[in-house]
């Protein structure tokens, strides 16, 4: 069973990025949401057990799994929970961010053929997520890690944007 909402003008395809990707099968206007998504909520603490007993979900979570807190992630637990949206791959450049925990929209008119992409900087505060960039973006990055939120040019860009919880941590940083 899929367990996440996929907007219907999105599809999955071969990306520059990584393998798989998610793409505008039509133009799509600024403001529209293309994903709810579903899943589990795992406690980072909790990720060494499922390591040793599923590794089959440990492997899917690391891949796929967002933060929504400190020590938690959101994540389909197996593959065949997926639906196109879990091909989203990172951009520097991102055409899409979250409005609340689990809605993702455009942030500008996205063309027909485009890929859909989320910066991770949005959604992520653990190091378990540090990763080699590869979308090869104009101002690409070349890695994402656990600390790329805390950047002011990356908040401005985002603001509104991030998960909830780092808006806080960058609201208390911006007193």
Not at 59 to 79: C, E, M, N, R
Not at 82 to 98: K, M, P, R
């Amino acid at each position: 069973m899929k367990i996440s909402w996929t907007h219907e003008a999105l599809i999955s395809n071969k990306s520059h990025i990584n393998k798989n990707g998610v793409f505008a099968k039509r133009a799509i206007k600024k403001g529209v949401r293309v994903a709810v998504f579903g899943g589990y909520v795992v406690s980072i603490n909790d990720l060494s057990k499922i390591q040793k007993s599923n590794k089959s979900a440990y492997q899917t979570i690391l891949d796929i799994g967002y933060q929504v807190d400190d020590d938690l992630i959101f994540s389909p637990v197996a593959k065949t929970q997926f639906s196109v949206i879990e091909y989203l791959n990172h951009s520097c450049e991102a055409n899409c961010g979250f409005v609340g925990e689990i809605n993702l929209v455009t942030l500008r008119n996205i063309a027909k053929g485009e890929e859909i992409t989320m910066d991770y900087a949005t959604c992520i505060t653990s190091k378990l997520f540090n990763m080699k960039c590869e979308c090869a973006a104009a101002n690409c990055r070349k890695k994402v890690t656990a600390d790329d939120w805390k950047r002011s040019d990356l908040q401005k860009k985002y603001r509104g944007h991030f998960q909830p919880f780092i808006e806080r941590k960058i609201k208390a940083l911006t007193k």
